[in-house]
């Protein structure tokens, strides 16, 4: 959600790229469902590991800033930086998978958690250009 909810605040400037502890292939559907209500498509976006990454030619080297949303991605994040300089950040994101026993109520939850992630970005880089 975080990768698609940032292209479509901030558009295309700034490269973002969404990356795991571990690779879930598969985009939940209600993260899906809960990010096109406010016009970001998830459906074709794939998730990678940060191995995957590295193993693709991507170096987290070439990057500025990491942010973590899970306690594990920030452990892993921390461990692979610690020779570059760049700066890695911890949002304490709100993990939906797992909450909510209905449809709606797994859908309020991940409501919850996609407007977590604007306003986090929000502070960070602004408003909307």
Same mark, same amino acid.
């Given at each position: 959600?975080?990768?698609?909810?940032?292209?479509?605040?901030? $558009? +295309?400037?700034?490269? *973002?790229?969404?990356?795991?502890?571990?690779?879930?292939?598969?985009?939940?559907?209600?993260?899906?469902?809960?990010?096109?209500?406010?016009?970001v498509a998830l459906n074709r976006h794939r998730s990678r590991s940060f191995d995957e990454m590295e193993e693709n030619g991507e170096a987290l080297s $070439? +990057?500025?800033?990491? *942010?973590?949303?899970?306690?594990?991605?920030?452990r892993r994040a921390l461990d692979l930086t610690r020779f570059y300089h760049l700066k890695v950040e911890y949002w304490p994101i709100m993990d939906p998978t797992g909450l909510g026993e209905t449809r709606e109520q797994k859908?309020?939850?991940?409501?919850?958690t996609r407007d977590q992630l604007v306003?986090?970005?929000?502070?960070?880089?602004?408003?909307?250009?």
């Amino acid at each position: 959600m975080a990768e698609g909810i940032m292209k479509k605040l901030y $558009g +295309f400037e700034t490269y *973002v790229q969404s990356v795991g502890v571990m690779n879930d292939l598969e985009i939940d559907g209600f993260a899906i469902a809960v990010c096109e209500e406010i016009g970001v498509a998830l459906n074709r976006h794939r998730s990678r590991s940060f191995d995957e990454m590295e193993e693709n030619g991507e170096a987290l080297s $070439g +990057f500025d800033l990491i *942010v973590a949303l899970s306690p594990a991605s920030q452990r892993r994040a921390l461990d692979l930086t610690r020779f570059y300089h760049l700066k890695v950040e911890y949002w304490p994101i709100m993990d939906p998978t797992g909450l909510g026993e209905t449809r709606e109520q797994k859908l309020n939850v991940y409501r919850q958690t996609r407007d977590q992630l604007v306003d986090h970005l929000k502070r960070k880089w602004g408003a909307q250009p």
